[in-house]
């Protein structure tokens, strides 16, 4: 079977070929305005995922963790106001691996007797696992399409460091190949005015994380400090644990601060009306548009990598034949350190490049900059770090059930930074990639991470304090990392969500 999308409205269709005189139930549109979305698997072909691809995960003899109101739906609900993804019902066949992979995988537990809505930290598991497409991201492709036909607004985006290592994979490139340069131009092609990296907001963050860790030593206050720029991982901590929230970073993530950066810095250099702005985040992430909508003011549009590969097909951009391009000035450099944001272990690694700059006053050497130990697909890495006079105790921790496990008996206590994602292998996982098949997903995981370090072994700029244009925006505008302005800017608060497990 396939899934086959209109080009014209959007409508998704599954057959296994299209008759010649197929007609869009919805627009009327005629057979070639439908392209093939992705390639279903059969009917025995899904049963064997369902038996075996999560198998280790299955607890079968164990209660369910999500307690569903009628017994017969196995699918997992999804509230109408979820902002980061939807169902299309007739494409569903009640097989229930969404259910098992938000429970087992992602690890949310709930009873639907006594919550109002669905509890969702908005990941986009759901959707990679799901065998028919029937899961898909919110989408606002089609009207980020408007807003750049009209051409009233000055539009820019921003492409997330893991989107580059997928995006090629849509157009029959192998997973890893950098494609940045040609998605700039694909970007240009469809109007977008300016085009900027957000590897430049990660070493923002990369700045900003640094220098509160150091206010966190130095006065006290609660450590280990969690990352907070995986927005699943943060409403999790909200809902399960908000006895955690006073560890958490306050930094705003990397679109939330480059957005912030983009309606404040960006607009007075150029001489821009900040409402004449629409932000628009590429990342590879669902729960970026639940960031979006829900957490950080300034992100006006989040597209999905698979969105992003709908829109280029729809319009007819051939992304692996497009000329190389750089991005714009102003908020277009990064370094490595804020490329290997996408993968497991890159946050802490670029925080660490930046913490041994602050205390010892020298940079890494070229062989010192990798921390292997943080890298890769284990549940919970460890490493004690020397960083002058100091050891700092980290560990990188990705997918829910293993942040449980180092929660257990207060382990995480002997840690002073912990980086927490909520996908397997970080970002380069996350539920707004491009889909592959089930059973080559983890496959899929680890050539888009070795793409990213091999990027940052090709960059001049390793470490996020040398990025230029990082430089000049502290020094016109921003002054220090933790400045007034800074704070105002790029920080945020949080809050116990905990009443949602109980509020019918
Ligand atoms: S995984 Fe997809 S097809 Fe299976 S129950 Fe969930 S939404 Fe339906
Ligand atoms: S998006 Fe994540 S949290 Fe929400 S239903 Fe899907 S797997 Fe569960």
């Known amino acids: 079977m396939k899934t086959y999308v209109c080009k014209n409205c959007g409508y998704i269709e599954t057959k296994e070929e299209l008759e010649s005189d197929y007609v869009c139930p919805k627009c009327n549109a005629l057979k070639d305005s439908f392209e093939v979305f992705h390639e279903n698997l059969a009917e025995n072909e899904i049963d064997a995922i369902v038996d075996s691809v999560i198998e280790d995960a299955i607890e079968s003899n164990k209660p369910s963790k999500i307690v569903n109101e009628k017994e017969e739906e196995k699918s997992i609900r999804i509230s109408e106001y979820n902002t980061a993804i939807t169902r299309i019902p007739e494409k569903c066949i009640n097989c229930g691996q969404c259910k098992k992979t938000c429970e087992n995988i992602v690890n949310l537990r709930y009873d639907l007797n006594k919550c109002k809505e669905p509890i969702c930290i908005g990941c986009g598991q759901c959707i990679l696992n799901c065998p028919t497409g029937a899961l898909v991201p919110k989408y606002e492709y089609k009207e980020v399409k408007e807003i750049l036909d009209a051409n009233e607004k000055i539009v820019v985006a921003i492409i997330s460091p893991a989107v ?28 977008f005015d300016f085009v900027y990296d957000t590897a430049f907001g990660a070493d923002l963050t990369v700045l900003e994380e640094a220098a509160e860790f150091i206010e966190r030593l130095q006065n006290k206050k609660a450590l280990p400090q969690f990352t907070s720029c995986c927005p699943a991982w943060v409403k999790y901590a909200e809902i399960y644990h908000p006895e955690l929230l006073d560890n958490l970073s306050t930094c705003k993530s990397p679109i939330g601060m480059q957005c912030a950066i983009i309606k404040s810095y960006f607009c007075e250099k150029k001489g821009f009306d900040p409402s004449k702005i629409v932000t628009v985040a590429i990342t590879p992430c669902t729960a970026k548009k639940m960031e979006a909508r829900e957490y950080t003011l300034n992100i006006d549009h989040v597209l999905t990598a698979s969105e992003l590969e709908l829109l280029l097909k729809e319009e007819e951009i051939k992304l692996p034949e497009l000329e190389d391009r750089d991005f714009d000035q102003l908020m277009g450099e990064s370094s490595g350190a804020g490329v290997i944001f996408g993968s497991s272990g890159g946050v802490c690694e670029s925080i660490l490049r930046t913490l041994n700059k602050i205390l010892t006053n020298k940079n890494l050497t070229k062989d010192e900059l990798r921390f292997e130990e943080l890298e890769g697909f284990e549940g919970i890495k460890e490493a004690s770090i020397l960083i002058g006079k100091y050891k700092v105790k980290v560990a990188v921790v990705q997918q829910m059930e293993n942040l449980e496990k180092i929660l257990e008996n207060n382990y995480y206590k002997q840690f002073h930074l912990i980086e927490v994602m909520n996908c397997k292998g970080g970002c380069i996982g996350g539920g707004g990639q491009p889909l592959c098949q089930i059973p080559k997903l983890d496959e899929y995981r680890e050539k888009r991470s070795k793409g990213l370090f091999e990027i940052d072994k090709k960059r001049a700029v390793r470490s996020a304090h040398d990025n230029a244009e990082i430089k000049l925006l502290y020094k016109e505008y921003l002054k220090n990392p933790m400045s007034e302005k800074s704070f105002e800017l790029l920080h945020t608060s949080y809050t116990d969500k905990s009443n949602l497990l109980n509020n019918k």
């Open 164 to 191: 580059r290592v997928s995006i090629g994979e849509s157009f029959g490139l192998e997973p890893g190949v950098n494609s940045e340069k040609k998605l700039v131009s694909a970007l240009k092609q469809l109007g």
